[in-house]
């Protein structure tokens, strides 16, 4: 199941980024397609003010996923360290993540949906894992607890 095929002619108004912003922090950060018609998320993550992260989601009618076991995104990072994101609805407060490493190349990750975490503001829930039933959002997160630039082009987001 395709939940995101990023191309030059793709409609991102349903993509949403989201800075430290919202509780005074100082980071910034967009969300644009590419000349090759990838997605890109690119900014700065700043500790000033108690801030330290950005983050991006897409949220879409919900899907029925029951059957599906992973999570395949291809993409280019910097290096750096990057949160995967989802949610079951997007009314829930928490989200289940998943950290992943980028090595500078184009790249497949691939993430087991029940090794998603419950989480609610950087915190882990005592709950159970991701149900992978149903699935409203999707996102990414870098907060490394570091004043860093970053750069994550992605290229799609497939269930498997």
Do not use: C
């Given at each position: 199941?395709?939940?995101?095929?990023?191309?030059?002619?793709?409609?991102?108004s349903d993509w949403k980024v989201v800075n430290d912003a919202v509780m005074g922090?100082?980071?910034?950060?967009?969300?644009?397609?590419?000349?090759?018609?990838?997605?890109?998320?690119?900014?700065?993550?700043?500790?000033?003010?108690?801030?330290?992260?950005?983050?991006?989601?897409?949220?879409?009618?919900?899907?029925?996923?029951?059957?599906?076991?992973?999570?395949?995104?291809?993409?280019?990072?910097?290096?750096?360290?990057?949160?995967?994101?989802?949610?079951?609805?997007?009314?829930?407060?928490?989200?289940?993540?998943?950290?992943?490493?980028?090595?500078?190349?184009?790249?497949?990750?691939?993430?087991?949906?029940?090794?998603?975490?419950?989480?609610?503001?950087?915190?882990?829930?005592?709950?159970?894992?991701?149900?992978a039933e149903e699935l409203e959002e999707v996102g990414f997160m870098i907060g490394?607890?570091?004043?860093?630039n970053f750069e994550l082009v992605i290229n799609n987001i497939v269930l498997e």
């Amino acid at each position: 199941m395709v939940i995101f095929d990023f191309n030059k002619e793709s409609d991102i108004s349903d993509w949403k980024v989201v800075n430290d912003a919202v509780m005074g922090g100082r980071s910034s950060s967009k969300f644009y397609l590419n000349e090759e018609g990838n997605g890109v998320f690119i900014g700065k993550v700043s500790l000033e003010n108690n801030g330290g992260f950005s983050s991006l989601r897409h949220r879409f009618n919900q899907k029925k996923i029951a059957g599906y076991r992973k999570v395949s995104i291809r993409l280019k990072g910097d290096g750096k360290r990057y949160q995967f994101r989802a949610k079951t609805n997007k009314e829930d407060q928490q989200a289940y993540i998943s950290y992943f490493e980028t090595t500078g190349e184009w790249q497949t990750v691939e993430i087991m949906l029940s090794a998603l975490e419950p989480t609610f503001r950087g915190r882990k829930l005592n709950m159970p894992n991701f149900p992978a039933e149903e699935l409203e959002e999707v996102g990414f997160m870098i907060g490394n607890k570091l004043n860093e630039n970053f750069e994550l082009v992605i290229n799609n987001i497939v269930l498997e």
